[in-house]
């Protein structure tokens, strides 16, 4: 069974462009979360998805957006991007009712 | 300060040495991940705790709820093990949502 995937592996934006990140869950997962990883820190929660719905929201400004689709993959979209949004972003995916969270690859983004 | 502290930041052991990586939460929690992350960023989840001590191959990871204080263990480590270990707990009330520490940057010199 294939894992957690992401797409694009890496990304080159400019400031002001905007972005999408795209992650499919691993099958029969219905729930996916997004991460921001900043280059020497840990991870920082975005947003959760499940069943199509926002679940949670971390502390993140308007600009960023996601949204799933009926086969439970995920979009996360980012606006009027700032030199700050480079970083990698992880996506990460879980059965229902489960704690378990499994880690797609990320995908670097580096805004110029 | 943060909610979920680690510590050392980075460390450096011989092959074969015993290692350990501590963390502190001020949160309550439901469980607690010990997450490995490799240069080129893929994260893996090593334990998921609630209590007590779990055991896989020469990783040993133990909780302390009292003392909201959780520990990884490496016993005879080798090269392989370098990477950087992630402390993430799931708060209470909070669903999916992790958060996670600052991590420890492990180096196993041969």
């Known amino acids: 069974d294939a894992g957690v995937t992401q797409s694009p592996t890496h990304l080159i934006k400019t400031r002001g462009q905007h972005v999408t990140l795209r992650c499919s869950p691993i099958?029969?997962?219905?729930?996916v979360s997004w991460y921001q990883q900043v280059l020497g820190q840990g991870p920082q929660f975005i947003f959760q998805?499940?069943?199509?719905?926002?679940?949670g929201r971390g502390n993140f400004p308007d600009r960023f957006s996601a949204r799933q689709f009926p086969n439970y993959s995920s979009e996360l979209n980012v606006n009027a991007l700032l030199l700050g949004d480079s970083a990698l972003y992880l996506c990460?995916?879980?059965?229902?009712?489960?704690?378990?969270?499994?880690f797609g690859p990320g995908t670097r983004l580096t805004v110029t | 300060k943060n909610e979920v502290e680690q510590s050392p930041q980075n460390l450096t052991a011989q092959e074969g040495e015993f290692i350990t990586i501590n963390c502190s939460y001020s949160?309550?929690?439901?469980?607690l991940h010990w997450l490995q992350q490799h240069p080129g960023g893929g994260i893996v989840s090593l334990f998921m705790?609630?209590?007590g001590k779990k055991k896989h191959g020469r990783l040993i990871a133990t909780i302390n709820i009292q003392e909201k204080h959780s520990s990884l263990h490496i016993t005879a480590s080798h090269p392989r093990d370098s990477a950087v270990y992630i402390c993430?707990?799931?708060?209470?009330?909070?669903?999916?949502?992790?958060?996670f520490g600052g991590g420890t940057r492990l180096m196993v010199k041969p």
């Open positions: 990460a995916s879980s059965l229902a009712g489960s704690y378990e969270q499994y």
């Open positions: 705790l609630s209590s």
């Open positions: 099958s029969g997962h219905k729930s």
């Open positions: 993430a707990v799931r708060r209470n009330n909070a669903g999916n949502m992790l958060t």
């Open positions: 949160v309550g929690i439901s469980a």
């Open positions: 998805y499940y069943e199509k719905e926002e679940r």
